[in-house]
């Protein structure tokens, strides 16, 4: 066995494929790996405990049958990645598609037990684009920009380790009503079973939670060399000192109108500034999501491609609990959830170095 597994969903568009092909080429020289292009080599190989890089290639359509025949045996196999680190290469024929795809990926790829370095993802538009700034920062052309992009992303797979804390941190931050909440009823469950560490809740209910207003790039980094926003507020007195303190982020976030909450989507767009200065690839994330009918994967899958693959987070295996309750304080009665909510406590405990996991 090589020191990667490549899985590579066979394209029936070989022209289309060369583009993707190179990128390979280039990320994974020096390396060795095995590769899997079809669904049933997919279903036939033991992929935990692997190093995976999974490499898509998507027509002008967005659409590859192989990979979707794969992705059915993930979403089925809720174990098929238990222990392994995997990181994506998306190369599109339009300037969409690239970013859904990925993300729906990662989601299910991630219930099954995979875990991912910050910033897994590296996606090449038609254009390529998407790589203007980076290219300029590199002082080099798009094409060479996506290549180091890949290369570098490898590297992060491979280097990827488990965390190991005597006492770990966690933040969790929330913008719920206690008194209403199921969201916040779970996660008092979930922390019950947390005793092993220090845990500090921040609320962006009450106080003014302005969101991120663009400001021009200097204006941005002045501010982010001090630890500062020019908005101010809880996000900047509050939430970047800890932060900068945690482990480990527990977002816990009601779905509304299948989306984070106002004052949960402006925290995220607060943190570019302190991304600026800091990245966050040694910190957990982890998400509880209680839905009132339906879409708690949409709003888990917004969560990882704002705070995993922008905001550089890692994201261990199985790093949400998602539920359905509606009316208040339900989910207390929802059947067999005290032992879901040990279980992803459990996993927290796990990926954070301290318990025996799930």
Known sequence: MGQFVLVNPLCSDTKKAERLQSILDASLKGYGYDEIVTAEEFENTDLRNKKILFSISLGESGINLEYYNMLKQIRLRRDCFE??????????????????????????????????????????????????????????????????????????????????????????????????????????????????????????RNGKVLDCQGCPYETCKHFAEEEKCFYGGPIVEEVYPGILEADALVLVCPNYNDAVGANIAAFINRLTALVMNHKFYDKSLFGIVVSGYSGGDIVAQQMISALNMNKTFRLPGHFSLLETANDPKTILQSEGIEARAEAFAQNILKNLGTGSGR
């Open 83 to 204: 222990g392994s680190v995997g990181g994506v290469i998306v190369d599109g024929n339009s300037e969409l598609f690239t970013k859904s795809i990925s993300r729906e990926f990662v989601f299910s790829a991630n219930r099954s037990g995979c875990a991912f370095p910050g910033r897994p993802l590296v996606e090449g538009t038609r254009s390529l684009k998407n790589f203007n700034i980076r290219a300029q920062n590199l002082h080099m052309d798009n094409l060479g920009a996506y290549i180091v992009a890949g290369r570098q992303l490898v590297f992060n797979i491979l280097e990827f380790t488990e965390m190991k804390k005597e006492r770990p941190k966690i933040l969790m931050i929330h913008a719920s009503d206690r008194k209403t909440s199921n969201s916040l009823s779970l996660w008092e469950l979930v922390k019950q079973h947390l005793n092993s560490c220090d845990i500090k809740e921040i609320s962006l």
